[in-house]
Each structure stands twice: as C-alpha cells, then as structure tokens.
C-alpha cells in the first residue's frame, strides 16, 4: 500500500530544487514552461492511482516517445530488422550528439533512446505518407496510456521542424549510410511530431504500468509481446537518462526515460509506474525535481530493481 501524502511531502520536500535548473529554450514553446511546475503520478499494480501537484499539467513528451515508437517499430519490422539498423549500446555523449555516426566501426546509430537512434526508428513506422505514419504512432500511444483524448501541440511541431537542423544532417547522414531506407523529410516529420505529443504525469504512470506488466494494458488488452517490452525496459535503463544513465541506475534504480519537456516516464516491473513532471532541466537534460522525486521515492518504498 502507497500513501497518498507521501507524494505530497515529496512534492513540497523537493520543489525548492526546480530553482536550480534551467527550462529547455530552443523554441518558444518549450521556453514559456512555468519551472515552478512539478507534479507526480503512481498508479500501482492494482490500478490505484496516487498523484500530486501538477500531475494533470499537459506538457510535450518529447524523448520520452523513443522508447514508444520503438515498439511499435518491432510491431511493424521485427526485432531483426530494427537491431540490423540500429545498435543497443549506451554512448555516453549527449542525446543530440552526432560524432560516434562517424568515427565508430559501427556505421548506425548506437542506440534507439538518442536522437540519431530514434529518428531512424521513426524512418520504420509503417505508413503511406508522414501524416499516416504518426497517426500510427499516435493512436498507438493513445493505447498504451489509455487515453484516446492524447493531440500534440501544433505550435511546438514547428518550432521543433524549423530549428531540428541538427537532427536534420544526422538524418541525412543515417539515409548515406543505408540506416534510413525511405524518405528522410518523411521520417523527420514524424520525429517530430511524436516529440510534440501532450502528455501528463499521469498518462505517463499510465505508460509506465503498460511497461510494468509486460505489455498488457489495464484493461486486459496485450498490445505487444513480453518480449518486446524487455528490450525496452532494458534499453531504458541502460540508456533511458541520457548520459547519466548509469548514475540514475546506482541512485534510483527503475527503467526511466525522460524528456527535455520536463517529463521522466519510469516503472517498477511488476508493480507500478510513475510519471513525473517538472520543466527545470539539469545540464544533461533530465528533469531535477523529477529526478530527486524519484530518488526518494526509490528509498522510501524500495524500489531499485538492482
Ligand atoms: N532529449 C529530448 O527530449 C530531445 C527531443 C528534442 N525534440 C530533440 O530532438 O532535440
């Protein structure tokens, strides 16, 4: 049994450390966050739901989507195929970064959970045009977090289209070198979108339960293979917190994946998951309270998985 003012005592514990961080601002819609924003929601193995703060504040999911369309790039290809294309190692360099494309022996991206990775995971999504691909996506998303209500945020789709040029040459370069088989403008429309998503801590406790029982959603319904989920998981923890993913392994100790929106998804196998929601970023690009929330809550119920 969770009590519910736990997560109330954490929020107010820890809200003083959202001053410290910084709000993503590469585009204006991510830069008007409210950085006193901070939220949380646990929904636990027999579907109660536990929350606090702003747990019902919609923000983009951004980063958080990798290990969503992943899945359902398995769905559409295969675990071979999608491996044959991309790699499952961590880097170690920031999610955005671009150099281990070229200087490693590998020739594909290291892992699904950083850009270059996720963007060639998007290339994947069946579909006969962008706009059907993501709407694959998003109804798939809307099924896993149980929320057919989820839209994305038009204004942030294009602020993220016309500043992504980073994201653009890692794509180009990934169609050079055979990663990317379709159209590259195809594939970075729906990157895009999907990072535009919104979502709440709430439907990410959502996602983080449909991760925690293996692919079953809590209306009984599997929507992908145990199997596939485990990849996920994995590839989460060992990647899921960008370059301080191994730091976040020894400190909290569940699969987690954040985004630069502000929102950490994250699950205990078998019995919870959790959403957390706070837009002050610390220098890596994690959320800080929803780290220190996290970290706390790992303590409290015992909840690293090592
Ligand atoms: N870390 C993130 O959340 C990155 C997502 C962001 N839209 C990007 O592509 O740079």
């Not at 997560?7 to 993503?24: F, Q, R, T, Y």
């Not at 790039?73 to 991309?86: C, P, R, Y």
């Not at 180009?172 to 195809?186: A, T």
């Not at 919870?272 to 790992?298: F, H, T, W």
């Amino acid at each position: 049994m969770i009590d519910s003012d736990i997560l109330c005592d954490l929020i107010l514990a820890n809200k003083h450390k959202c001053k410290g961080g910084e709000v993503a601002d590469y585009i204006p819609g991510l830069k008007n966050a409210n950085r006193e924003s901070f939220g949380v929601c646990l929904i636990d193995s027999n579907r109660e739901v536990h929350c606090a703060g702003d747990y019902e504040e919609k923000f983009t999911i951004q980063s958080i989507s990798k290990p969503l369309v992943l899945m359902l790039a398995i769905l559409d290809n295969g675990e071979d195929f999608v491996f044959s294309k991309i790699g499952m190692e961590p880097t170690g360099d920031a999610f955005n970064s671009i150099q281990k494309l070229e200087t490693s022996n590998l020739r594909k991206p290291f892992n699904p959970m950083i850009n270059a990775g996720a963007i060639a995971v998007s290339s994947m999504i069946s579909g006969a045009s962008a706009e059907e691909k993501f709407n694959r996506v998003l109804d798939f998303i809307r099924k896993i977090s149980e929320n057919p209500t989820l839209d994305y945020d038009e204004e942030i789709y294009l602020g993220e289209k016309e500043t992504g040029n980073r994201n653009r040459s890692m794509a180009y370069f990934m169609k050079n070198d055979g990663v990317i088989e379709g159209d590259v403008e195809e594939a970075l429309d729906v990157y895009f979108r999907q990072c535009s998503i919104r979502v709440s801590a709430q439907d990410l406790a959502r996602i983080g339960l449909f991760l925690a029982n293996n692919g079953v959603t809590s209306s009984g319904e599997r929507v992908v293979s145990e199997h596939t989920t485990r990849i996920v998981k994995s590839l989460m923890v060992t990647c899921g917190m960008y370059d301080g993913s191994g730091e976040f392994a020894v400190r909290v100790g569940i699969p987690a994946k954040s985004g630069v929106g502000g929102g950490i998804l994250s699950l205990v196998p078998g019995r919870m998951g959790i959403g957390v929601y706070g837009p002050a970023l610390d220098p890596k690009g994690n959320s800080i309270g929803g780290y220190a929330i996290l970290e706390d809550l790992s303590k409290i119920l015992s909840l690293s998985i090592f």
